[in-house]
C-alpha cells in the first residue's frame, strides 16, 4: 500500500511538473519579440500622451480664437481701409509640391533640354507622369521619349513645342496643375 501511495503522489508531482514546463515553455519570448513588445508599449503610451497634449492645444487655440476682437470693423484708424479689404487667404493644390517646385525652376529661368539630367528634370518627369497619368521611372535624365512627351504638353498647351523645357513651358505646367484642384 505504501507503494502505491508513493507511485500515485511520484505521478502526481510529475504530472504538476509537467504542467509547469509546458507553461514556462509556451509563454517564453524571444529577445526580438520581448524587445517588439515592450517598444510597441512605449509608442502607444507616447501616442496617448500626444492624445492629450492635442486636445489641450486645441482648447487653447479655442480660447485664443473666442479672445480675438471682431474684425468686421477697424476701428485703429479712421479711414476704415482695413475694413474694407478681405483676408488674404492661401490656397493649397492638390498638386502643390509640383507647382512649388516647377515655381522655382521658373524663377530660376531653368533651361532644359535633351541630354539634361539631375534632379531638375525629375521634376519635370514627375510632372509629365501627372499629366499623362503614367507611372514612367523618373531617371533624372531628359532623354528622347521625355522630348516627344514635353512636344506633345506644349502642342496641347498651344505654345513653341521646340522639346525644351524653359519659363514659359513651366508656366504652363503650373497652370494645368491649379487647374486639376
Known amino acids: 500500500m505504501e507503494?502505491?501511495?508513493?507511485g500515485l503522489l511520484a505521478v502526481v508531482v510529475?504530472?504538476?511538473l509537467g504542467l509547469l514546463g509546458y507553461w514556462a515553455v509556451s509563454t517564453i519570448?524571444?529577445?526580438?519579440e520581448y524587445q517588439t513588445r515592450q517598444k510597441f508599449e512605449q509608442l502607444t503610451k507616447e501616442n496617448d500622451d500626444l492624445k492629450i497634449q492635442v486636445a489641450a492645444?486645441?482648447?487653447?487655440i479655442d480660447t485664443l480664437q473666442s479672445q480675438l476682437p471682431d474684425n468686421t470693423t477697424d476701428t485703429s484708424s479712421g479711414s476704415g481701409d482695413q475694413a474694407d479689404k478681405p483676408a488674404p487667404t492661401t490656397t493649397t493644390y492638390k498638386y502643390q509640391s509640383s507647382i512649388n517646385d516647377l515655381q522655382k525652376l521658373e524663377d530660376g529661368n531653368v533651361l532644359m533640354k535633351i541630354k539634361s539630367s539631375g534632379a531638375n528634370v525629375g521634376i519635370v518627369q514627375k510632372f509629365l507622369n501627372i499629366y499623362n497619368n503614367t507611372s514612367n521611372k523618373i531617371d533624372n535624365?531628359?532623354?528622347p521619349?521625355?522630348?516627344k512627351a514635353i512636344i506633345a504638353f506644349q502642342k496641347d498647351q498651344g505654345i513653341t513645342s521646340?522639346?525644351?523645357v524653359g519659363?514659359?513651358?513651366y508656366s504652363k505646367m503650373i497652370d494645368w496643375l491649379k487647374k486639376q484642384g
Open 145 to 147: 521619349s521625355m522630348e
Open 29 to 32: 519570448q524571444s529577445g526580438s
Open 3 to 6: 507503494k502505491m501511495k508513493f
Open 14 to 16: 510529475l504530472f504538476v
Open 162 to 164: 521646340d522639346g525644351q
Open 141 to 143: 535624365d531628359f532623354g
Open 57 to 60: 492645444l486645441t482648447d487653447q
Open 167 to 169: 519659363p514659359g513651358t
